[in-house]
């Protein structure tokens, strides 16, 4: 061979026949592989990927713009050909390799046949003397490749491109998407890079709540690459990652799989050349088609093709359909062009195209007696076609400044300035690395499932259903999901990332605590309901008349709704619902439930409905007793001007409606903005894969830093009212207690005041046992409930005793029952014929005050 000898460095392979400018193109991708028995084999999907190619050199070279409309004015005076050359690399480093140092021995040879023996008639360039009616195709035949479109794998590409690149020949690919390539020089890609895949994967893990991911991946560059990518968006979205590497062989692919069930991953990401050697071996280790584990593998649009097709009387094909059904795809998604898909779909029936297409094969013996199958899209020929593409635009876009005979080196400086809008979008190159730059949607991937199909399947042969599930798109982490996934149990339901957790502690209120809360919630509503019904009954009594029924009446009921904020706290506490939330970075909430039997729903309003009882309540309780408090204060402001003035109920309801007012909306809006939701709360106690063995039911906010901020506010409102009142109280207690209990009240606010400093941070040490934080709370509402009851309604009781006495006394002194003279027949007195209608306190003067009307 003469390939270090073929062309002095720097020097251009492009040649000038007539009016036009002919280079040529070597296509190095491969359509062919070899089977178990090393015969050569046409691999479908490659095939059209080859196809593509040629369509797009076929469209360059004729100037049609009926997939690219505005192709044919972009090519406007362009006197540029490709002649294109295609040799089967057969998808294998080492043979592309082989290929292309005989492409340039070929052409050397032809270009110095003394060096074989063989002498031409005529010292000229052969070239030159070729008329101008032969086709460019001819006239490149024997020309050194100026450029290569490049193989679809990673591996050979970088075998390749050691070459390729040594000799300054310009190689692009529309694949190869490892990122060891990027900077290999005079390397270019239109397809989108593996770092790209990994993002999408790991987001769309993400998206799904599965934390536990194991990658199966193949031990060579792109294999390494990709992984090491999963591992840093895996980082960075707290991700938890496994990497099993293999080689090719039985032996290793089995330890991996092994490694693989033993750590209980069920999520299984699996970046492979050859999925046929490794799933069968997956299937007999029980980690593929299993309704417990989920895998989606990498870059194998092949799968999704609607021509795939299996062996149904086939044992291992067999299997490998088991294996397959339920498994995943992730692949790079270009918006469809029905005019590239129309041009492509044409090969099949379309002999003229066939055999043009065979024509230019190094070696055309593989397509004898070949029937082309039709064509299914592979997801990548839009990024292979644009790719050949990028090539003639660039030798052609005058702006680049280009020599009309330009140099490998030159061309490729001017490719990566190359920009315009192909069947896969944007297509803008980085100046500096040469690969793709993708912007806006055109960074999309498709996650597709592959479901075995009863219904396309034949007696010989078992077929697949494919549909895109979800489509990541790369620029802004949103998921659009299309159809539902359906996975190997033939439901959309996600498989658990982990095995189930099995002795799980929930920590449940105990029995005797729930019924302790119940006691004290049930001694309550019975208290405030005998107190109602009390003050109702005797509400003309003089002691009841005076301390203003309405707001006794008022103060029970409020009793009464906070008391049953015990019972709705206890719901919680005793579900058996198991759900884990998670917040993502976008702030959406994401939830795995676990036993979807249980309504989550259900607990959620009983978290918010125990936070509107408690505070509802306690706003018509303070409001009754801020009310009668505000109605003595009027009365004592009033009371040195010896005038009757009348003040009514409903003259002193204010601080009810500013209390429930200022309650009931600053509950709406934690409702509507940061409810409370029903969540089993970890504890720390873990298992080996960081879950925790012990939770608890309570209820947490949905936005903590809103509903912190709301409900603070709300506490701080109601505090500071207490102790306000609590105040103007405290000024009151030497007022008279018949017509206040100015006293009582006093203590009764204190009282409550007392309850809310003490208990409040009670409740925040203990607020991790949910027991005692039960216990806690319901003993603290019923002590401030029944604390409240006591001070105000027992001197109600004991006052009534007290003027029932006062009045059977003044009674026995009325002058109808005393003779109204003294002993010795004098006349009383009159202060003392004449008994107030008030009765005084033994031992207290008698105060005389302007009344008030008091309904």
Known sequence: MRSQESQPSGESRIIRQGKRRIGKLLGLQGYST?????????????????????????????????????????????????????????????????????????????????????????????????????????????????????????????????????????????????????????????????????????????????????????????????????????????????????????????????????????????????????????????????????????????????????????????????????????????????????????????????????????????????????????????????????????????????????????????????????????????????????????????????????????????????????????????????????????????????????????????????????????????????????????????VLKASQPFFLCQLCVGLAITSLSIFTWSLPLTSTVQTTVKTNVNGHITALAFNSSDDTAGLDTACMSTFWLVFVGFSIVFSALASKTWRLHQLLQTGSSLRRSRITVFDCMWPLYVSLSINVTLLLCITLISPLQYERVKMSNFDAYGRSLESFGACQPANGGMFYLLSGTLVSLNVLGVALVTWITYKLRHAPVDFSDAYNLALTMMSLLETLSLGGPLLVVVEDDPAAFYMVGSSLIGIGCMTILVLVFVPKFMGRKRHHRVQSVVNALHPRNVSGKRHGGSPLPSSASSVSGDPVAAGRMPVFRQKKAIR
């Open 34 to 542: 070899l089977d178990e028995d090393g015969i050569q084999v046409i691999d479908e999907n490659r095939l059209y990927d080859a196809m593509a190619s040629f369509l797009a050199s076929k469209h360059f070279n004729e100037r049609r713009g009926d997939i690219l409309p505005r192709l044919p004015k972009l090519l406007d005076g362009c006197d540029f050909y490709w002649g294109y050359e295609y040799r089967d690399g057969q998808q294998q480093g080492l043979e592309a390799t082989r290929q292309l140092l005989q492409a340039i021995d070929t052409a050397y040879y032809y270009h110095n046949p003394r060096q074989t023996g063989h002498h031409q008639s005529n010292n000229a360039h052969p070239l030159v003397r070729l008329d101008s009616t032969r086709s460019v195709q001819q006239a490149a035949r024997y020309l050194e490749p100026f450029a290569i479109y490049g193989a679809f794998w990673s591996r050979v590409s970088k075998i390749v491109t050691a070459v390729s690149s040594a000799l300054e020949i310009p190689y692009i690919s529309g694949v190869s998407t490892s990122p060891e390539l990027i900077g290999t020089p005079l390397f270019a890609r239109t397809g989108l890079s593996s770092d790209g895949d990994a993002r999408a994967a790991m987001l769309y893990y993400r998206e799904l709540g599965i934390r536990h991911v194991a990658v199966l991946y193949i031990n060579d560059s792109w294999g390494i690459h990709f992984h090491k990518a999963l591992d840093n968006y895996a980082n960075q979205w707290g991700i938890i990652l496994e990497g099993f590497p293999y080689d090719p062989n039985q032996e290793s692919i089995e330890r991996s799989l092994i490694k693989i069930r033993d750590i209980e991953f069920r999520h299984v990401f699996a970046v492979m050349h050859n999925w046929r050697e490794v799933l069968p071996v997956a299937y007999d280790q029980g980690v593929v088609g299993n309704p417990d584990y989920a895998w989606m593998t990498a870059e194998t649009s092949a799968l999704a093709s609607r021509s795939f097709q299996l062996n149904r009387r086939d044992p291992e094909e067999a299997k490998l359909a088991k294996a397959l059904h339920g498994i995943g795809t992730l692949n790079a998604y270009f918006t469809p062009n029905l005019a590239f898909e129309q041009a492509m779909g044409e090969f099949a029936n379309n002999k003229t195209l066939q055999d043009e297409f065979i024509a230019i094969q190094e070696d055309p013996t593989i397509f004898e007696n070949y029937t082309f199958p039709e064509y299914v899209s592979t997801g990548t020929a839009t990024s292979i076609f644009d790719a050949v593409l990028a090539l003639g635009i660039t030798a052609c876009n005058a702006s680049n400044n280009l020599p009309d005979l330009f140099t490998g080196t030159q061309f490729y400086e001017a490719l990566k300035t190359t920009s315009f809008r192909g069947v896969s979008g944007r297509v803008t190159f980085d100046p500096m690395t040469g690969v793709r730059v993708v912007i806006g949607e055109d960074v999309r991937y498709s996650v597709q499932y592959v479901a075995l199909s009863e219904e396309r399947s034949t007696s010989e042969m078992l077929r697949f259903e494919s549909n895109i599930a979800t489509i990541v798109q790369g620029d802004n982490n949103v998921t659009n999901t299309m159809h539902p996934f359906i996975y190997n149990d033939n439901t959309s339901n996600v498989p658990l990332p982990l095995p189930p957790i099995e002795g799980m502690e929930l920590n449940l209120l105990p029995v005797g605590v729930q019924a302790f809360g119940y006691l004290v919630a049930g001694m309550e509503l019975l208290f405030s309901l005998l107190c109602f019904l009390w003050t109702a009954l005797n509400r003309n009594v003089f």
